[in-house]
C-alpha cells in the first residue's frame, strides 16, 4: 500500500532521529543505494543542528573540544529535538541537559557556564528599551519610595553560581591573550548580563546588590527589596547600589504599587 | 505614504545582482555600505527583537531588502505552525520587503523540526496539500510568495512527475511566484540524472521573479559521487553556464548570491554579484552571436 504524506514523512523523520530504515521502501536508489541517500540527511540535519548548538554556546564548546561537543550536541538533538522554524530556542534546554549529562559530570562547572552562554544569547536577541529617565524619580514623593517596583532592561538577565564563571567565559573568548588560569575556588559569583546598544556586557554584582536587581525582576518593590539585600549583606547601601544601576541604565522604567 | 517610508531605500527588488546577508556581516556592510543591488535575509533569524533586528532596519534603509523563510514547512502534513507565521507578517510589516519566498519543502512532522529543507514526494497528494498550504499562507500574509526549489538527494518512488512539472504545477495553482535556483537544479541534474535545460524549459517564464546563485561541495565516494547544497563556496563554471542559459531563457531576474557556511569576507560575495551583474548586462550578447 502506497504510504501517505503524513506517513512518509513521519517515516523519513524516524529515518533522522531514530535511525529507523523504514523509508528505504519508498525511496528509489539513485548513484548510491538508498540508504546512503537517507544518510546524508542524517549528516546534514545533525551538523546544521550541531551549528546552531555551537553558535550559542561557543564557550562549551571549547571548553570540551569539538568531539566531545558532538557528541553531547546528539544526545541533545535526540532528547530535545527543535519545536520550532526558528532555531533561537532550540538550545534553551543545553544547560540543563548539561547537569544531567553524565559523560560531563567531572566538569561541575560546565552547566554554570551553559547559563552564562544562554543569557547572553537571550540578551543578544531581546528587545532595546529607553533606559530610565533619573529625572522621572524626582516626582516620587519619598514617602511612597518603599511602594516602588523597578523594571529591569527587557534584556537584563541575573545569574549566580558557586563558580567563577565570568572569568572561565572570558579567558576562552576569541583573541583572549592574557593569563589563562582560572582558579576554580575562587568563590561564588553573581552576575548581570545586559545589552547595550548592540553590545552585551557581563558585570559581577555583590551579594546585596544581586538581591536587590533579583527581587526587581520578580517583582518585588523597593522595601521588599531593601529587605532582601540587607538580609544577604548587613552593609549594603541601597542608595549608592540604586543610583549606579540608574546610572549604568539597568532600568527601563518603574512603577508604583501602592495605589 | 507613511512618514516611516520616507528615509527607506526604494521598496522594490531592482534587476540586478544583491547578496545574501549574514550575522557576520552585519556592521561591516551598514558601515561601508558597498555598491550592492539588494540583500536578501533569512526571515528567521530576525525574528528575535535585537541586535539582528537593529542591523536588518539599518540595511533596509540603505538597500531594498527580500525576506527568504527556511522555517515554514509549507509541505508538512502537520497543521500550518500559526505562530510562525505570525512572526514572519510581524517581520513584513517592519521590513516592508520588496520579496517574500518559502521553499517548495517539508521540515517538520508531529511537531518535530528537522531543520532542513527537505523534499516532497512529486505526487498529486503532495501537489493539492502544498497548493492549499500556499494559498493559505499567502491570505495570511496578504500577499504573493516566490516559492524556492531545492537540492535533493533522495527520490520517492511514489513520484508520477518530474521535479520541473510539480514545480510548475504549484506555482500555477497556487497563483505564486517562483524563485528559481540555477544551483539546486545543476546538483539535482547531477545527482539524480536528468538534462537540467529540460527543466529550464519547463519553467513558466513569467512567474520567475528572482533567480539564487550558490556553490555546492562535491562528496566523493570510491564508488561515485553526490553534489551537496552547502552554500559553502563561489558558483562554480557549470552553474554560471546553466544560469546564463537560464536569463537568455527567462530574461533577466533579480539574481542573488548565497553563500551560509565557511562564509568568506563581504568583499568576496560582492565579487560574485559583479559576475552575475556582468551576465545580466550581457545576457543577449551570446544569442546575438
Same mark, same amino acid.
Given at each position: 500500500?502506497?504510504?501517505?504524506?503524513?506517513?512518509?514523512?513521519?517515516?523519513?523523520?524516524?529515518?533522522? !532521529?531514530?535511525?529507523?530504515?523504514?523509508?528505504?521502501?519508498?525511496?528509489?536508489?539513485?548513484?548510491?543505494?538508498?540508504?546512503?541517500?537517507?544518510?546524508?540527511?542524517?549528516?546534514?540535519?545533525?551538523?546544521?543542528?550541531?551549528?546552531?548548538?555551537?553558535?550559542?554556546?561557543?564557550?562549551?564548546?571549547?571548553?570540551?573540544?569539538?568531539? !566531545?561537543?558532538?557528541?553531547?550536541?546528539?544526545? =541533545? $538533538?535526540?532528547?530535545?529535538?527543535?519545536?520550532?522554524?526558528?532555531?533561537?530556542?532550540?538550545?534553551?534546554?543545553?544547560?540543563?541537559?548539561?547537569?544531567?549529562?553524565?559523560?560531563?559530570?567531572?566538569?561541575? =562547572?560546565?552547566?554554570?557556564?551553559?547559563?552564562?552562554?544562554?543569557?547572553?544569547?537571550?540578551?543578544? @536577541?531581546?528587545?532595546?528599551?529607553?533606559?530610565?529617565? /533619573?529625572?522621572?524619580?524626582?516626582?516620587?514623593?519619598?514617602?511612597?519610595?518603599?511602594?516602588?517596583?523597578?523594571?529591569?532592561? /527587557?534584556?537584563?538577565?541575573?545569574?549566580?553560581?558557586?563558580?567563577?564563571?565570568?572569568?572561565?567565559?572570558?579567558?576562552?573568548?576569541?583573541?583572549?591573550?592574557?593569563?589563562?588560569?582560572?582558579?576554580?575556588?575562587?568563590?561564588?559569583?553573581?552576575?548581570?548580563? $545586559?545589552? @547595550?546598544?548592540?553590545?552585551?556586557? $557581563?558585570?559581577?554584582?555583590?551579594?546585596?546588590?544581586?538581591?536587590?536587581?533579583?527581587?526587581?525582576?520578580?517583582?518585588?518593590?523597593?522595601?521588599?527589596?531593601?529587605?532582601?539585600?540587607?538580609?544577604?549583606?548587613?552593609?549594603?547601601?541601597?542608595?549608592?547600589?540604586?543610583?549606579?544601576?540608574?546610572?549604568?541604565?539597568?532600568?527601563?522604567?518603574?512603577?508604583?504599587?501602592?495605589? | 505614504?507613511?512618514?516611516?517610508?520616507?528615509?527607506?531605500?526604494?521598496?522594490? *527588488?531592482?534587476?540586478?545582482?544583491?547578496?545574501? &546577508?549574514?550575522?557576520?556581516?552585519?556592521?561591516?556592510?551598514?558601515?561601508?555600505?558597498?555598491?550592492?543591488?539588494?540583500?536578501?535575509?533569512?526571515?528567521?533569524?530576525?525574528?528575535?527583537?535585537?541586535?539582528?533586528?537593529?542591523?536588518? %532596519?539599518?540595511?533596509?534603509?540603505?538597500?531594498?531588502?527580500?525576506?527568504?523563510?527556511?522555517?515554514?514547512?509549507?509541505?508538512?502534513?502537520?497543521?500550518?505552525?500559526?505562530?510562525? &507565521?505570525?512572526?514572519?507578517?510581524?517581520?513584513?510589516?517592519?521590513?516592508?520587503?520588496?520579496?517574500?519566498?518559502?521553499?517548495?519543502?517539508?521540515?517538520?512532522?508531529?511537531?518535530?523540526?528537522?531543520?532542513?529543507?527537505?523534499? +516532497?514526494?512529486?505526487?498529486?497528494?503532495?501537489?493539492?496539500?502544498?497548493?492549499?498550504?500556499?494559498? %493559505?499562507?499567502?491570505?495570511?500574509?496578504?500577499?504573493?510568495?516566490?516559492? %524556492?526549489?531545492?537540492?535533493?538527494?533522495?527520490?520517492?518512488?511514489?513520484?508520477?512527475?518530474?521535479?520541473?512539472?510539480?514545480?510548475?504545477?504549484?506555482?500555477? #495553482?497556487?497563483?505564486?511566484?517562483?524563485? +528559481?535556483?540555477?544551483?539546486?537544479?545543476?546538483?539535482?541534474? #547531477?545527482?539524480?540524472?536528468?538534462?537540467?535545460?529540460?527543466?529550464? #524549459?519547463?519553467?513558466?517564464?513569467?512567474?520567475?521573479? %528572482?533567480?539564487?546563485?550558490?556553490?555546492?561541495?562535491?562528496?566523493?565516494?570510491?564508488?561515485?559521487?553526490?553534489?551537496?547544497?552547502?552554500?559553502?563556496?563561489?558558483?562554480?563554471?557549470?552553474?554560471?553556464?546553466?544560469?546564463?542559459?537560464?536569463?537568455?531563457?527567462?530574461?533577466?531576474?533579480?539574481?542573488?548570491?548565497?553563500?551560509?557556511?565557511?562564509?568568506?569576507?563581504?568583499?568576496? +560575495?560582492?565579487?560574485?554579484?559583479? *559576475?552575475?551583474?556582468?551576465?545580466?548586462?550581457?545576457?543577449?550578447?551570446?544569442?546575438?552571436?
Amino acid at each position: 500500500m502506497t504510504a501517505s504524506l503524513r506517513e512518509l514523512q513521519q517515516a523519513f523523520a524516524a529515518g533522522v !532521529f531514530e535511525e529507523s530504515n523504514t523509508l528505504l521502501t519508498d525511496l528509489r536508489d539513485g548513484g548510491f543505494r538508498a540508504v546512503q541517500h537517507l544518510q546524508i540527511y542524517r549528516n546534514n540535519v545533525f551538523a546544521k543542528l550541531t551549528d546552531a548548538l555551537g553558535a550559542c554556546y561557543p564557550v562549551v564548546q571549547k571548553l570540551v573540544g569539538e568531539e !566531545f561537543f558532538g557528541f553531547l550536541a546528539d544526545a =541533545y $538533538i535526540r532528547r530535545h529535538p527543535p519545536r520550532s522554524g526558528d532555531v533561537h530556542d532550540f538550545g534553551s534546554a543545553l544547560p540543563e541537559f548539561v547537569a544531567a549529562f553524565e559523560p560531563a559530570r567531572s566538569l561541575a =562547572y560546565l552547566p554554570d557556564v551553559a547559563r552564562l552562554e544562554w543569557a547572553w544569547h537571550e540578551s543578544y @536577541h531581546a528587545a532595546d528599551a529607553a533606559p530610565l529617565v /533619573p529625572e522621572t524619580l524626582g516626582a516620587v514623593s519619598p514617602e511612597v519610595y518603599a511602594c516602588i517596583v523597578f523594571h529591569l532592561h /527587557p534584556s537584563a538577565r541575573l545569574l549566580q553560581s558557586a563558580f567563577p564563571c565570568l572569568r572561565i567565559w572570558q579567558v576562552n573568548q576569541p583573541g583572549f591573550d592574557g593569563e589563562p588560569t582560572v582558579n576554580l575556588d575562587a568563590g561564588a559569583e553573581r552576575l548581570l548580563v $545586559i545589552r @547595550h546598544g548592540v553590545d552585551v556586557v $557581563i558585570g559581577a554584582l555583590g551579594a546585596g546588590e544581586y538581591a536587590m536587581l533579583r527581587a526587581f525582576a520578580d517583582g518585588k518593590n523597593l522595601g521588599e527589596a531593601a529587605d532582601g539585600a540587607l538580609a544577604v549583606e548587613p552593609a549594603f547601601d541601597l542608595g549608592a547600589a540604586l543610583r549606579r544601576h540608574v546610572v549604568v541604565e539597568t532600568f527601563s522604567g518603574f512603577e508604583r504599587l501602592d495605589e | 505614504m507613511s512618514p516611516c517610508q520616507t528615509s527607506r531605500a526604494a521598496n522594490p *527588488i531592482p534587476v540586478r545582482a544583491g547578496i545574501g &546577508l549574514r550575522a557576520p556581516h552585519h556592521r561591516e556592510l551598514v558601515e561601508s555600505r558597498p555598491d550592492a543591488g539588494w540583500l536578501e535575509v533569512h526571515s528567521e533569524n530576525y525574528f528575535g527583537d535585537g541586535v539582528p533586528l537593529h542591523y536588518l %532596519e539599518r540595511a533596509r534603509e540603505l538597500y531594498p531588502v527580500s525576506l527568504h523563510g527556511v522555517g515554514s514547512s509549507l509541505g508538512s502534513a502537520d497543521p500550518l505552525n500559526r505562530d510562525h &507565521l505570525r512572526k514572519l507578517k510581524q517581520l513584513i510589516d517592519r521590513i516592508e520587503p520588496g520579496l517574500v519566498s518559502e521553499h517548495l519543502c517539508w521540515s517538520s512532522i508531529d511537531g518535530r523540526y528537522l531543520n532542513d529543507l527537505l523534499p +516532497l514526494p512529486y505526487t498529486q497528494e503532495a501537489l493539492d496539500h502544498v497548493v492549499a498550504r500556499i494559498v %493559505e499562507v499567502q491570505e495570511l500574509l496578504g500577499r504573493q510568495i516566490l516559492i %524556492e526549489n531545492l537540492s535533493s538527494y533522495v527520490q520517492f518512488s511514489q513520484s508520477a512527475m518530474p521535479e520541473w512539472e510539480f514545480l510548475a504545477a504549484v506555482a500555477e #495553482r497556487a497563483d505564486s511566484g517562483i524563485l +528559481l535556483d540555477v544551483n539546486n537544479i545543476y546538483v539535482n541534474a #547531477r545527482n539524480h540524472g536528468f538534462d537540467p535545460l529540460v527543466y529550464l #524549459r519547463a519553467v513558466p517564464a513569467a512567474r520567475v521573479r %528572482e533567480i539564487h546563485l550558490a556553490g555546492h561541495t562535491v562528496k566523493r565516494y570510491d564508488d561515485g559521487e553526490i553534489l551537496i547544497d552547502t552554500h559553502s563556496a563561489r558558483v562554480c563554471d557549470d552553474v554560471w553556464t546553466l544560469y546564463r542559459a537560464a536569463i537568455a531563457h527567462l530574461g533577466v531576474r533579480p539574481t542573488l548570491i548565497e553563500w551560509d557556511s565557511e562564509l568568506p569576507a563581504l568583499s568576496v +560575495l560582492l565579487d560574485e554579484a559583479r *559576475i552575475a551583474q556582468h551576465f545580466m548586462e550581457h545576457a543577449h550578447d551570446g544569442v546575438a552571436a
